[in-house]
């Protein structure tokens, strides 16, 4: 080429250049070249064969003779082969040059015609391009290592082949499960419809076998290396889609409770967000790049094990509506409990994680699903999420769709959805009062005050403080006070906005008594803004007359809680709830033991705890706004209402009595016989300032001494005796220190236990026995000889005794 040549010629690298590339990586790039072009040649011989297949099945076969040599290329192939020397060769040689001369393409044995010779060098030219044969090896995916050096300085390149298995590999399984999914779905094979109940049984037995030894290898397989096994996932999901009817249910419970054990063990402590098309685009180390493979992998196959439980629930909702087969119903809906089982778990264990909202949005609708076990599993998950949630995010978003579910269906919800909320964990939350008047001062000063009241060195300072203080925040790595009291606010905002809706609209439901039960537990976090139309409801809802008594009891703890927390301000009377209260006191439930049937154990025996509550709240709390007449005749009342509840009840009446004694001493006026001011004492007014308690005196006492509970003994004779701190008639240090509500679980008989624990009867042997005669007296003793020894006598039961001279 001269200097004029416009044409670029590919210059050698230069020596400073294969200075700065080292041998090994030129190495590598050889054997990656080398790869691809191995590659490119396979490709193109697989398309040239595909061609002549489909030449040669188009075309039809010409006859042998068509194709006859003519004579003058006979004779000098003859001549030709007679010219070599023969005498020099191997028969092996002479024979194979032979054949190939016998053998050769029949195809260019066609007759000569113009353009021929052209055709023919075309053919020869595009053989000539094709690569040469060589020795096939199984093609494996191949991923190269850095190299190691031996003893004398030699460079020894590593390479493995890649853990995920080749391609052809991966198309064969697919293939196989595809053909096991047709096979299953045409049904059982014909041998097995011949077969017996017995064998039919021992076959269904072996396939699950199968089965579970398929499932515990996989899931062993991930579990132990995730990153590099995590599209064993694929697999295993894969298997929910079981078609043979023998052991379809069976396998997809088993393999829907090995999924969730799976992404329990495996699923990090943080949520895995996507990457951004910056991230994607940025050169990253190895590690973190298969890191993020697996992150991908995690989420996508959680995913798709999210959208399967989903399905599951929806194909059971959805057959149960076409009202098809009893059979098919069974199935499905022991699927579907499996399938929410498993959303259960999965909401409790992985709170942190991706599609936990999504979680929320399934399992919230489901709480007020008509299936007590479905709405049971859910209600009861709920519940623990709310106890074991300590910031408050989760529970946040279980209460918003809970509300949205309320105001959707209109209030038409089954009570248990609301009476999950009872478990709510809050404690403490940003008041209104707390926002304005004592507002928090800003903990760092802006640039103003800084220049204002600081020198130059002082702003130094404060700002290096200033920022130690923000690092400080950042390190410590735990949720700030201000934001969970925030979340908490919020969250109790929506709880009593539903509350406050159902009592505006709907206090005929069935929903009142949890409402009521709700505005009990959280009374002294609402606003004082709320205090006087709350109060006036309840006081309206008390005096219809359409509650019940546990109603009525929810309805006296509510207005309490308010007035002894931010209410204690409001000049308000609550004579009526004190009325009420002592006017039902009389109609509680006596309790029922555990073995009667038509009441839930231990159910109407817990209203005693709700009196319990309420009369610390009105009594023990509020002493200087109670009157002595009052607080006698509730001390009354309670002595006769101990004496037909439970021994637990009692025990914990007469605690709460206890207590009203040392908040009041003059009661002890109850235990005297002398009468006490003018009147008598009315046991059936309904009145407690009214009805002279002070003429009357606590004999319920001595009759509970004599109670079979040893715990009810102790405590009248306690209470008998002026309620002492010391002597006799004291109490143990654990009986005295413990509450009311504490003695009433404690010595519950729920369990059906004895506490204490009865005594075993002793067994004293007796040192000599008397048998025969020696039971007897004298007299006894000689009728029953004359008796035994007389024969075949007739009694004459008609004639008259005569009493004989001895025995007068």
């Not at 020397?85 to 040059?97: C, H, K």
């Not at 991966?170 to 053909?179: G, H, L, P, T, V």
């Not at 000689?782 to 004989?804: G, K, Q, W």
Request: proline content about 5%; aromatic content about 6%.
């Amino acid at each position: 080429c001269g200097p004029g040549d416009t044409q670029e010629v590919k210059r050698a690298p230069s020596f400073r250049r294969l200075l700065k590339t080292s041998g090994v990586k030129l190495q590598n790039k050889q054997e990656a070249r080398r790869q691809r072009q191995q590659s490119r040649d396979r490709k193109q011989q697989k398309s040239l064969r595909r061609a002549l297949r489909g030449h040669a099945a188009h075309s039809t076969p010409r006859p042998l003779d068509a194709c006859k040599p003519r004579p003058e290329e006979e004779e000098d192939e003859e001549a030709f082969v007679e010219s070599l020397p023969t005498d020099m060769m191997d028969e092996d040689d002479l024979q194979q040059i032979t054949a190939s001369f016998i053998n050769r393409d029949l195809s260019s044995c066609a007759p000569e015609r113009p353009g021929g010779r052209k055709r023919r060098a075309d053919v020869v030219r595009s053989f000539e391009k094709l690569p040469r044969k060589q020795l096939r090896t199984e093609e494996q995916d191949l991923v190269q290592l850095l190299p190691i050096k031996d003893r004398r300085g030699g460079v020894i390149p590593q390479s493995m082949q890649r853990p995920g298995g080749t391609q052809e590999a991966e198309e064969e399984e697919e293939e196989n499960m595809d053909a096991e999914l047709e096979e299953f779905e045409n049904g059982e094979p014909q041998s097995s419809v011949e077969l017996t109940a017995e064998e039919r049984e021992q076959l269904r037995a072996q396939r699950i076998s199968e089965r579970k030894l398929r499932i515990a290898g996989l899931a062993s397989a991930v579990i132990a290396d995730p990153a590099n096994n995590i599209k064993r996932l694929k697999e295993l999901r894969g298997m929910l889609m079981e078609a043979d009817p023998s052991v379809a249910v069976t396998v997809r419970k088993l393999v829907m409770v090995s999924l969730m054990e799976i992404f329990k063990d495996i699923v990090p402590s943080y949520k895995i967000r996507p990457l951004t098309s910056t991230e994607k685009a940025a050169k990253v180390k190895k590690e973190t790049l298969q890191l993020r493979e697996f992150e991908e992998g995690l989420v996508s196959q959680y995913k798709f094990y999210l959208e399967d439980l989903e399905q599951t629930v929806k194909d059971w909702k959805q057959r149960k509506r076409k009202r098809s087969q009893a059979v098919a119903l069974q199935a499905y809906r022991g699927l579907a409990v499996v399938a929410v089982r498993c959303l259960c778990e999965l909401l409790l264990a992985l709170p942190h994680f991706n599609f936990h909202n999504n979680i929320i949005v399934m399992l919230v609708p489901l709480m007020n699903e008509p299936n007590r076990t479905v709405s049971g599993l859910c209600c009861s998950a709920v519940a623990s999420l709310f106890q074991q949630d300590k910031v408050g995010v989760a529970s946040l978003g279980v209460v918003r769709v809970i509300s949205g579910l309320v105001k959707s269906l209109n209030y038409n919800v089954r009570p248990e959805v609301l009476r999950t909320l009872v478990s709510l964990r809050i404690k403490e939350v940003q008041l209104k009062k707390d926002t304005e008047d004592t507002a928090p001062k800003s903990k760092f000063m802006n640039y103003k005050d800084k220049k204002k009241n600081l020198s130059r060195m002082q702003r130094k300072w404060k700002k290096a403080e200033e920022r130690l203080q923000k690092e400080l925040l950042e390190a410590e790595a735990s949720e700030s006070k201000e934001k969970k009291i925030k979340v908490h606010t919020e969250t109790l905002n929506i709880v009593f906005l539903v509350y406050f809706r159902i009592l505006k609209k709907a206090q005929k439901s069935v929903l009142l008594p949890c409402v009521l039960e709700g505005l009990a537990n959280f009374a002294h976090l609402i606003n004082v803004e709320f205090f006087d139309d709350l109060l006036s409801v309840l006081q309206s809802l008390i005096q219809s007359g359409d509650l019940s008594d546990r109603e009525s009891l929810h309805c006296i703890q509510t207005a309490f809680n308010i007035l002894s927390g931010q209410g204690d301000v409001l000049n308000i009377d609550p004579l009526s709830f004190y009325s009420h209260l002592y006017r039902t006191l009389p109609r509680l439930h006596g309790g029922v033991t555990p073995e009667s049937p038509p009441v839930r154990p231990g159910r109407c025996n817990d209203d005693i705890i709700i009196v319990l509550r309420c009369l610390d709240v009105m009594l023990t709390r509020r002493r200087k706004q109670v009157t002595l007449q009052r607080a006698m005749a509730f001390i009354k009342r309670l002595s006769m209402l101990s004496l037909h509840v439970l021994p637990n009840a009692a025990v914990a009446i007469m605690a709460a009595s206890r207590a009203v004694m040392h908040a009041f001493p003059r009661c002890d006026l109850l235990l005297d016989n002398e009468v006490q001011g003018s009147g008598l004492y009315l046991p059936e007014l309904d009145e407690p300032e009214h009805c002279n308690p002070q003429n009357t005196s606590l004999w319920e006492l001595h009759r509970l001494q004599r109670h079979f509970h040893p715990l009810v003994r102790r405590f009248a004779l306690h209470l008998s005796h002026g309620a002492p701190s010391d002597g006799s008639a004291a109490l143990s240090a654990q009986l005295s220190r413990s509450a009311p509500e504490q003695l009433f679980d404690d010595y519950s008989l729920k369990d059906m236990t004895f506490n204490p624990p009865v005594a075993a009867p002793s067994t004293k042997k007796k040192d000599r026995f008397v048998v025969g005669a020696a039971l007897l007296d004298a007299e006894l003793r000689s009728r029953a000889e004359e008796v035994l020894s007389a024969e075949d006598t007739e009694l004459d039961f008609t004639a008259a005794h005569t009493h004989t001279q001895g025995s007068s």
